[in-house]
Nanobody, 119 residues
Framework: VQLVESGGGLVQAGGSLRLSCAAI????????MGWYRQAPGKQRELVAT???????NYADSVKGRFTISRDNAKNTVDLQMNSLKPEDTAVYYC??????????????WGQGTQVTVSS
């Protein structure tokens, strides 16, 4: 199973970006999907998560600005980021809790996509 991310880039403060992540492989079921980020010199932190039923959870720093969504039929999760701030600059990682027939439940990570917000 692989998580393939897209959509990062450079944007000015106040702008928007949309990140997408697709889970590819022989997947039986996906539980929670989410986005995390890691800024230089800092620990990786949770940005937002979403359950298979659509329940969401956001970091306080992004509430009201970011929206997470998923398509269970396509095994994808998106992160719409609005009103971006320079402090949102980080590498963003997709994460998913996935069950495969061969390996059972596992925690998977994408390769990361850079988001840079200029002031």
């Amino acid at each position: 199973v692989q998580l393939v991310e897209s959509g990062g880039g450079l944007v000015q403060a106040g702008g928007s970006l949309r990140l997408s992540c697709a889970a590819i492989g022989t997947i039986f079921r996906i539980n929670v999907m989410g986005w995390y980020r890691q800024a230089p010199g800092k620990q990786r932190e949770l940005v937002a998560t979403i359950t298979s039923g659509g329940s969401t959870n956001y970091a306080d720093s992004v509430k009201g600005r970011f929206t997470i969504s998923r398509d269970n039929a396509k095994n994808t999760v998106d992160l719409q980021m609005n009103s971006l701030k320079p402090e949102d600059t980080a590498v963003y990682y997709c994460n998913a809790n996935i069950r495969t027939v061969a390996a059972g439940w596992g925690d998977y990570w994408g390769q990361g996509t850079q988001v840079t917000v200029s002031s």
